[in-house]
């Protein structure tokens, strides 16, 4: 099946500092990746969508300055959180989508982000 | 607008007992219904899928039919085993590509 990955799995910062979250599809070609942010007992939820080679489309909500995200490639997304503070800690997974009308998404094992 | 009803868990079952969880959706149209499963610590994966009215998805021993009538989509297993023991997600794709979750039924399957 198709493989997703991210990078790094988790990772602990101090307040202030930008975090980089890499998402990459391993044997496909995502012309779609979407990024979701999990709360402890809680469901997934949707923060943006992004398309290889636009902006992403960010959830109502969800600062787009905040978390930036790039889409460069077809098989690569990365997940910026800038400055992050304590409030930013939680469970970030990204998935992704191939083309050709394709509906399942893929999902990778995500990051755990605990900002001190 | 579009959602989807899980039963709340957790949800603890002795090994080899039979599972249901239930799953009810709104939504506009016939849209193809999943069960996602993410066991500790890791990602969601795709346990099984229906795309259309009648259809039943079948994985690792759980199925799930897709019930129009009752607009719903419980997931079944006959025998579970402690390695069944996560949380599971009914899940609803949009137009927009987007994923409509359930909020999870975590299960616990004790020896």
């Known amino acids: 099946g198709a493989v997703v990955s991210q990078h790094p799995s988790w990772v602990i910062c101090k307040s202030g500092t930008s975090v980089k979250i890499e998402c990459r599809s391993l044997d496909f070609q995502a012309t779609t990746m979407f990024w979701y942010r999990q709360f402890p007992k809680q469901s997934l939820m949707l923060m943006a969508t992004?398309?290889?080679?636009?902006?992403?489309?960010?959830e109502q909500g969800v600062e787009k300055d905040k978390f930036l995200i790039n889409h460069a490639s077809l098989t690569l997304s990365t997940l910026t959180v800038t400055s992050a503070h304590p409030e930013d800690s939680s469970f970030y997974i990204c998935?992704?989508?191939?083309?050709?009308?394709?509906?399942?998404?893929?999902f990778g094992p995500g990051t755990r982000l605990l900002v001190l | 607008g579009d959602s989807v009803t899980q039963m709340e868990g957790p949800v603890t079952l002795s090994e080899e007992a039979f599972l249901t969880i239930n799953c009810t959706y709104t939504?506009?149209?016939?849209?193809?219904l999943f069960w996602y499963v993410q066991y500790p610590g890791e990602g969601l994966q795709l346990l099984l899928k229906a795309t259309k009215a009648d259809d039943k998805g079948s994985n690792k021993g759980f199925e799930a039919t897709y019930r129009k009538e009752t607009t719903s989509f419980h997931l079944e297993k006959g025998s579970v085993q402690v390695s069944d023991s996560a949380v599971y997600f009914c899940a609803l794709p949009r137009a927009t590509n987007k994923l409509i979750f359930g909020t999870g039924t975590l299960l616990a399957v004790q020896p």
């Open positions: 939504a506009t149209g016939y849209p193809s």
């Open positions: 998935s992704a989508r191939g083309g050709g009308g394709q509906e399942t998404q893929y």
């Open positions: 992004s398309n290889e080679g636009s902006k992403a489309t960010y």
